[in-house]
C-alpha cells in the first residue's frame, strides 16, 4: 500500500513538473529567427526559424524608436509596439518593447489586457496616471508617475495609462513575450465584428439597449 501511494505521488510530482517547464522550456538554440518561408526552416512557437548560419546583425535590429507617434487621435496616444514581427531575432526569445507617446493633458492609453505577458513601464517624459486592476475582488491600483519613475502591470490584468501633465508625455514599455498581444477592452467589447448580440452588454453592463447600439456605431480607435 505504502509503494502503491509513493508511485501516485510520484506521477503527480512529475505530471506537475511538465506543467510547469511546458509554459517557458529552457531554449535549445541560441536564437531563432522568424522567417515567413518555410523552406529550409524548423516550426518553433508560432514561426519558422531561420538557418542559424544565415542570421545577420539585421534580424536582431530596429531603428526609429526615437521618432515621435502621432497622438492626433481619439484617445490622444500612439502606441509604437516592437514584437517578432518587427524584429524577427525575437522569436522565442520572450521579450518585445514599446514606445508609448501621449499628447497633453488627456492622452489615454485606454484600459486593455496583455493575454501573453506582463508589463514593466519607465516614464522617460511628463506625468502619468496608471494602474491595474486585480481579479475578483476587483481592487484599483494606482500610482502618478513621475520621469524616471517605473511601475508594472501584471499579466492578463486590465490596466491604462493617463496623461496628467500640460506637456507631451513618453513611456518605454518592456514585455515579457515576443508577441504580447492586446485586447483593447472598450473596442472588444463594443467594436467587435461580428457586433455581440445588445441584448447581452444590455444586462452586463446594466444599461438600455438604445445605449449600447449607440455605444457599437461608434468608431473604435485602435492606437496601435
Not at 27 to 38: E, G, K, R, S, T
Not at 145 to 160: Q, R, S, Y
Not at 176 to 196: E, K, L, R, Y
Not at 204 to 217: E, H, I, M, S
Request: aromatic letters at 10%.
Amino acid at each position: 500500500m505504502k509503494g502503491a501511494h509513493f508511485l501516485v505521488a510520484f506521477v503527480l510530482l512529475a505530471l506537475s513538473s511538465s506543467f510547469a517547464f511546458a509554459f517557458d522550456p529552457s531554449p535549445l538554440q541560441d536564437f531563432c529567427v522568424a522567417i515567413n518561408d518555410p523552406k529550409d526552416g524548423v516550426f518553433v512557437n508560432g514561426k519558422f526559424c531561420r538557418d542559424p548560419m544565415l542570421a545577420t546583425a539585421n534580424d536582431f535590429s530596429l531603428s526609429g524608436l526615437n521618432i515621435p507617434g502621432n497622438t492626433s487621435n481619439q484617445v490622444g496616444s500612439n502606441v509604437t509596439l516592437l514584437n517578432v514581427d518587427k524584429i524577427p531575432g525575437l522569436n522565442t526569445l520572450g521579450i518585445s518593447i514599446a514606445r508609448i507617446d501621449f499628447a497633453p493633458y488627456g492622452g489615454l492609453n485606454p484600459p486593455h489586457i496583455h493575454p501573453r505577458a506582463t508589463e514593466i513601464l519607465v516614464v522617460l517624459e511628463g506625468t502619468l496616471y496608471v494602474g491595474f486592476v486585480t481579479s475578483n475582488p476587483n481592487r484599483l491600483i494606482t500610482k502618478v508617475l513621475n520621469a524616471g519613475d517605473v511601475f508594472v502591470f501584471p499579466i492578463g490584468l486590465i490596466h491604462f495609462q493617463f496623461n496628467i501633465g500640460n506637456t507631451n508625455a513618453v513611456a518605454i514599455a518592456g514585455l515579457s513575450s515576443q508577441n504580447p498581444g492586446v485586447i483593447t477592452i472598450a473596442n472588444a467589447v463594443f467594436g467587435s465584428n461580428p457586433p455581440i448580440n445588445p441584448d447581452v452588454l444590455a444586462k452586463a453592463f446594466q444599461l438600455d439597449k438604445n445605449v449600447v447600439n449607440y455605444l457599437q456605431k461608434q468608431f473604435w480607435v485602435n492606437n496601435h
